[in-house]
């Protein structure tokens, strides 16, 4: 008996949410009674849900042609039995296994999120590195709302009053919701996430998570099941979890900030730190590598036109990369710690982010730095936001131009996956572009 097998049937699980993560993140797969899944030892998908796009639509054949068999054929996913976790707001025992996209032939699908990872922590481990990452997860808790064109409102805390003003690490306001939190707690407890502390944001409702630092691809599947554990006990609470990047007019946006750090994987020593607790060149190359590659990569951080909402000014997200010590007002922060625990926090991605996908970029984009030995800026004094030389594109059609003139990138990610993610992102573009916005309504309806 395998490791999997054994994990059911020690849990008593009656039935296996087989998942695969889409570009936007989305769990895709299939849910199958236990006996059939170990029948079956994994299962098969249409490869084109990979280039599905958040409104279901797919990419045009005869442009991208060459990126899927015409055939419309199956991948084979195999369950990772390191990525096993219970189901806990099922009825019946339920587990949700993520597993790994292959082709026939047995490679590694290019397309896959998870695969993308994969590869770029493979290119560190042939350097002898092991990469820890530590995200922060913001969103925001609101009111049911059934009807798309009304703005969200905040929920009905403990109190019975909505919250008002902002309340940024408000205890009090936090407690406002505490039977919804000790419910996400038990169940991300049961499931072995790794969660260290819950923070009220700046924002109305607005909360935060923070994972405790450790492996990426474990964190970026916890991640993946959080956002669901989150979304469900907000539903059984009266509530709604959204983690969109600007879900409420005038208010802060919710990033996914990534706090990363390398250490030798034979010494477990930090290589961003000399032996005198100096910042290492390695560890300047990494942030010159960031500042290099970011902008070209920006929709890996920023899939969506409500993404760019959130680097609108006076929104409390910086819309740079410059970096600096201790400065919340730079894209790239460094925390003030031991030389043991240097790292660099990434504070572009938000949180509607493919936590695989920002994950590698932000990994990716450090590493190419590092073997490159990219010099980074000078450390940025005092406020950031209004430095114009080391901007980002602030639309996603501008993004993703520049994103498609990146060889550097595209050579690792391979041109499958960024030919694949740019079309999927145009599809998205083209989609949001039909739809008349209630501001157009508003202020041209009797106007022009």
Aim: glycine share 6%; with cysteine; hydrophobic share 35%.
């Amino acid at each position: 008996m395998n490791k999997i097998e054994a994990w059911l049937k020690e849990n008593k699980i009656t039935e296996v949410e087989c998942m695969v993560s889409d570009l936007t993140g989305i769990a895709r797969g299939k849910i199958a009674p236990t006996m059939k899944f170990i029948s079956e030892k994994g299962m098969r998908l249409p490869e084109s849900i990979l280039l599905q796009s958040v409104t279901g639509d797919y990419v045009e054949d005869d442009i991208y042609y060459d990126l899927l068999d015409p055939a419309d054929i199956d991948m084979i996913c195999k369950p990772d039995d390191s990525a096993i976790y219970l189901v806990p707001w099922a009825l019946e025992p339920t587990a949700q296994i993520i597993h790994d996209c292959y082709d026939k032939t047995g490679e590694p699908i290019e397309m896959s999120p998870r695969n993308i990872l994969k590869k770029v922590l493979k290119m560190y481990a042939d350097q002898g590195w092991q990469p820890l990452v530590a995200p922060e997860m913001e969103f925001y808790l609101t009111k049911r709302n059934e009807d798309p064109d009304l703005p969200l409102q905040p929920p009905i805390g403990r109190s019975g009053r909505q919250e008002t003003g902002r309340q940024s690490f408000s205890i009090d306001a936090a407690n406002e919701f505490d039977p919804l939190f000790e419910d996400m707690y038990d169940w991300c407890e049961a499931q072995g996430l790794d969660l260290d502390t819950l923070i009220h944001e700046e924002g109305t409702a607005q909360m935060e998570i923070n994972f405790r630092h450790g492996d990426p691809l474990h964190l970026a599947d916890q991640i993946l099941v959080f956002k669901r554990t989150m979304r469900e006990a907000a539903l059984k609470h009266d509530m709604t979890a959204t983690f969109m990047a600007k879900p409420i007019t005038n208010e802060p946006g919710s990033a996914m900030h990534l706090h990363q750090s390398i250490v030798d994987r034979k010494t477990g020593q930090n290589i961003f730190s000399n032996e005198d607790g100096s910042m290492s060149e390695l560890f300047l190359h990494h942030i010159g590598g960031l500042q290099r590659y970011i902008p070209e990569v920006l929709p890996l951080f920023a899939p969506n036109v409500n993404s760019f909402r959130r680097f609108l000014p006076d929104t409390s997200a910086p819309v740079n990369v410059e970096w600096g010590e201790e400065n919340r007002t730079a894209g790239l922060r460094v925390p003030d710690s031991t030389p043991q625990n240097r790292r660099v926090e990434n504070r572009l991605p938000g949180a509607d982010a493919n936590p695989y996908i920002a994950i590698a970029a932000s990994l990716l984009c450090g590493y190419l730095g590092m073997v490159g030995k990219m010099d980074p800026s000078a450390p940025v004094k005092g406020r950031a936001y209004e430095r114009r030389n080391l901007r980002l594109p602030l639309t996603l059609e501008s993004a993703l131009e520049r994103m498609e003139q990146c060889a550097d990138v595209e050579a690792v990610l391979g041109s499958k996956f960024c030919r694949g993610y740019v079309a999927v992102k145009r599809v998205e573009h083209e989609n949001y572009k039909r739809v008349i916005s209630s501001w157009e309504r508003e202020f041209l309806l009797l106007s022009v």
